[in-house]
């Protein structure tokens, strides 16, 4: 289990790094207005949980080891293509070379993600078929989804790094709301005398000078390039994940390989089902899908309509406690404290408390020297930088919520899968209300970046707790649930929920200035609301699907054999 986490943490990195800049990239670069890049961000979201479909289908059929591989091979080949700096050119972004160039490397890593990301968790799925091991499945699934976070909270400061290194060697710093007043007045645009005053303040050049369109090609092409560096490095991250994936295989060899004779992929020691348990297995996890549906069309507002308002309406400063949070280091060292918290008091070896003791002497001292040496107020705070806290959070929590679960279990009072992914819809909407009641007041447009950034910190924390008990506990569910012989399809289809609610991220974007920014909040948590409804109002037949226990196939012939005499 442990390789293929590490596996994936490489994966989900380099995915992760290209996810945080996606939007910002696309409007910087191609001038596209928010509705636009939204829409082709959602695109890209759908597919690259759409295709899991596909890759699942060509696992069954083919091999899920050989499957996942291939997939690591298609992602470096997209992240590769999204490296190279091309120029946009003159004109429109649908004029330029550089955009479809662009859109072929994205279309070639939703196939790549398509047949990975499933078929390994499918493999992780496997390894917990034993019924001596069947008890720690949901245990396992919140590990594996802590290493993907792994990755995942690096990645947004490796943007901010690159990007920010990009424009110091060429002499210039970020500001959010420059590379859009360049955009307009490279294009020929009216820009208004406020934005023309920011932009002449912060190049020092005069209004109407050919030297002051020149700097905003400068300054939007050296923004375009940060960003290319971040596609490098996701690049290399596939390189990582494949070479732990491959020098790990002797781990995992034989996972989800036995093929009957029909050649699909079928575990020798799974039971058979009936078509009635098929059926009612396979309905139960559509309503779960129907579900997963509206929560990643709320959750994944994070590098879309949240992104927005970090950029717009937050402030890029922040100062007292607040600011060690962007400081990535900072947050990893409280990881640290976390763990070695935990081990502390659960260890029974008193090497091993000594060692825990050490560990979290040394990271409190290391958090201490950070922000002494902080300034405070952090500024130039990049909008981006807001989505590390989603991953920090799930790998800080992790050993809480599997702790809490585990202390359930023992007392026989642990929520069944479907009800966790009811309570996290709920959770969610909570999360969507603090924003928008953060939000009153605010209108349609920034007047000016002056909200707190603990508003975005908050709220991420609570939306954590929400995936929480929602992604990890849905992807055990499928595993367990899902009958033998569709495995790598009902896993796809999972995923394929996950590109439906990904596809409609774009509703909120396509409303972004057009009607009051706390409302969209509000319609947010309404879909929460009555998505957690409908879950419950399905509950029984949910937790009988998790329930029915098929014979083994050796119990099913014997009484087949009785019914026949």
């Known amino acids: 289990m442990y390789v293929l986490a590490l596996a994936n943490t490489g994966e989900r990195f380099g995915y992760y790094t290209m996810l945080a800049i996606l939007l910002l990239f696309l409007q910087a670069k191609f001038a596209l207005p928010t509705a636009t890049a939204g829409t082709i961000y959602s695109v890209f979201l759908a597919l690259v949980y759409f295709m899991p479909m596909l890759g699942g289908i060509i696992a069954d059929k083919w091999n899920f080891q050989k499957t996942v591989t291939l997939g690591i091979i298609v992602m470096f080949l997209g992240y590769f293509v999204m490296a190279i700096p091309m120029t946009k050119g003159e004109g429109s972004a649908f004029s330029s070379p550089a955009f479809y160039v662009m859109i072929l490397a994205l279309l070639l890593i939703s196939c790549g993600t398509g047949l990975f990301k499933g078929n390994l968790q499918v493999m992780v799925g496997d390894l917990y078929n ?53 955009n307009q007045l490279i294009a020929g645009d009216a820009v208004n005398p406020e934005n023309m005053a920011l932009l002449t303040g912060f190049s020092g050049l005069a209004e109407g000078s050919q030297a002051l369109v020149e700097w905003c090609k400068n300054y939007v092409s050296t923004i375009s390039t940060g960003y290319s560096y971040a596609f490098a490095v996701a690049c290399f991250s596939m390189v990582v994940s494949f070479l732990i994936y491959k020098l790990g295989r002797k781990t995992y060899q034989g996972t989800s390989e036995a093929k009957a004779k029909s050649g699909k992929n079928v575990a020798s020691n799974e039971p058979e089902l009936t078509k009635e348990q098929t059926k009612s297995r396979i309905i139960a996890l559509l309503l779960v899908f129907t579900v997963v549906i509206f929560f990643w069309m709320v959750f994944h507002q994070n590098g879309l309509t949240l992104t927005k308002f970090a950029q717009e309406f937050t402030s890029p400063e922040a100062g007292g406690l607040t600011r060690i949070g962007f400081n990535v280091w900072a947050l990893a060292l409280i990881v640290v404290v976390v763990y070695s918290a935990f081990n502390l008091f659960q260890s029974k070896s008193s090497k091993s408390r000594g060692i825990s003791a050490l560990l ?71 999360g969507f209300a603090i924003m928008a009641i953060g939000s009153i007041g605010l209108g349609t447009v920034a007047q000016s970046q002056s909200v707190t950034p603990n508003l975005l910190i908050s709220t991420y924390l609570v939306l954590t707790f929400a995936e929480l008990l929602l992604s990890p506990m849905g992807i055990s569910f499928v595993s367990k649930v899902a009958p033998p012989k569709y495995k790598g399809m009902m896993m796809g289809c999972w995923f394929g929920a996950t590109a439906i609610g990904n596809l409609l991220t774009a509703i909120p974007a396509l409303l972004w200035g057009k009607i009051d920014v706390a409302v969209i909040w509000v319609i947010l948590v309404v879909l929460c609301v009555l998505s957690a409804l409908f879950i419950f109002s399905m509950m029984k037949k949910l937790e009988a699907a998790t329930t029915d226990t098929p014979a083994p196939v050796k119990d099913q012939l014997e009484t087949v054999e009785n019914d026949a005499i």
Do not use: H
């Open 360 to 430: 979290l002497v040394g990271a409190l001292v290391g958090i201490y020297l950070i922000y002494s040496n902080t300034p405070n107020p952090v500024s130039g705070i990049q909008p981006q930088i807001y989505q590390q806290f989603n991953p920090f959070y799930v790998v800080a929590l992790t050993p809480f919520s599997v702790a809490i679960f585990s202390w359930l279990a023992k007392k026989k009072k642990e929520p069944s899968a479907p009800r966790k992914i009811g309570y996290g819809m709920l959770v969610a909407g909570v």
């Open 130 to 182: 034993n019924p001596k091991y069947e008890s720690k499945r949901d245990v396992a699934f919140s590990l594996f989804y802590m290493a993907i976070n792994i990755g995942a909270m690096f990645a947004p400061s490796v943007t901010e790094a690159l990007c920010s290194m990009a424009l110091s060697n060429n002499g210039l710093t970020y500001n959010a709301e420059i590379p859009g007043i360049c």
